[in-house]
């Protein structure tokens, strides 16, 4: 039986849905992403761990297996220690082991092995961004080198369908099985069948443009769309756009990790923007409309009579899109009174004039200072 505990692993119980695996999958694959902890030499293996956690368990035959048997492969290798004198090695299935034990009688004989597949491996690359790509999304170019399914052979690595034989040994099953007998019985065991490697199949000529790999290595441009409302070091998964498998085996997958650049003036917290926007003496005591930069546009807003340093101004839904939403966030402008440096004797006579006409008791915040210190 599997010795991991794949919910476990995944911190989901036995009863969670294709969604929630999905999500504690994203969630954890984000946190052991080896560039996002690169001074955690455990980072990769653990994210190995979840990777192999979340094939088997958002694969609904590989999870009924392992729910069933402990095994993602079903009950194929039944057993792993030993008894008595005897060891059970490698069984087929749990009709192997009775018919085994009693002699027959008890299912149609041996299960065949499935041919060895090789997945691929996934890519890791990093992305970066402006900050207005990453809050309305934007069409980027990825250029790599990876391996490809052969399109002369369709990754069979044989020059032609004839080509292909099965093989004698192994019979197609890829597996080579001897028997030992025990205490118990006549056990059996398998291994790779060394004459194909466990392919189950012999080729003849070799595709002479992958060597028989089934696999070539290829230059590829590919266009990426990126949604708007990604955030620095967030993670983007294209599921099969990695390397690709050999012998039938699933392509890896790609990760995206992106770097966003920061903005001159706006500062992003989740879908909201912010910022700091310097207005005079005169404009916060009179009322104005003044010019704000927003994300990627200029914007008109109305400061009300009599504002002050630090009011804040909601301009709605000026912000980030929101990620997988047809909505945005909100640009929220603090204000800031700026007081002139200088002022020359016609403009300070002035502002003297202003000081002795305004009332002492219209100064509410400093009048409730003063009441405080007496």
């Known amino acids: 039986m599997a010795s991991k505990n794949y919910y476990e692993i995944l911190g989901v119980s036995k009863t969670a849905s294709d969604e929630d695996i999905k999500k504690a999958y994203r969630t954890l694959a984000k946190k052991y992403h080896p560039d996002l902890n690169q001074n955690d030499p455990t980072a990769a293996d653990k994210l190995k761990e979840v990777n192999e956690a979340y094939e088997v368990l958002s694969d609904k035959t590989k999870r009924s297996n392992y729910d069933n048997y402990g095994d993602p492969n079903g009950a194929t290798n ?166 690709a498998g050999r012998n039938g085996g699933e392509n890896g997958d790609m990760h995206i990790v992106f770097n966003v650049s920061p903005h001159k003036t706006l500062k992003r917290e989740g879908n909201n923007v912010y910022v700091d926007v310097p207005i005079t003496f005169t404009e916060s005591i009179l009322g104005a409309k003044i010019d704000v930069g927003g994300i990627n546009e200029k914007l008109s807003i109305t400061v009300p009579p009599f504002t002050q340093t630090g009011d804040k101004i909601t301009v709605k839904g000026k912000g980030v899109k929101i990620y997988n939403r047809n909505s945005y966030g909100d640009l929220i402008v603090t204000i800031v009174v700026e007081l002139p440096k200088n002022l020359d004797r016609a403009q300070k006579l002035l502002i003297e004039k202003l000081h002795d006409d305004i009332k002492p008791n219209q100064y509410s915040k400093k009048n409730q200072y003063i009441d405080k210190i007496k």
């Open 78 to 243: 039944f057993g792993g220690g030993s008894y008595g004198g005897g060891g059970f090695e490698g069984f087929g299935g749990f009709e192997d082991i009775l018919s085994n034990m009693f002699g027959g009688g008890f299912g149609g004989g041996f299960s065949q092995r499935r041919s060895m597949q090789e997945d691929g491996a996934d890519i890791d690359i990093r992305m970066n961004l402006t900050f207005v790509e990453a809050a309305f999304g934007a069409k980027k170019n990825i250029n790599l080198n990876r391996n490809e399914t052969c399109e002369h052979c369709n990754g069979t690595g044989a020059k032609s369908a004839s080509s292909i034989t099965t093989c004698t040994r192994c019979n197609g099953t890829g597996t080579i099985t001897s028997f030992q007998n025990t205490m118990l019985g006549r056990m059996r065991t398998q291994s790779v069948c060394p004459d194909c490697n466990g392919k189950g199949k012999i080729i003849k000529d070799k595709c002479p443009h992958c060597s028989g790999v089934g696999v070539v290595r290829v230059n590829r441009n590919i266009e990426i769309n990126v949604p708007g409302g990604v955030d620095n070091n967030q993670i983007l998964t294209l599921r099969g756009q990695g390397e």
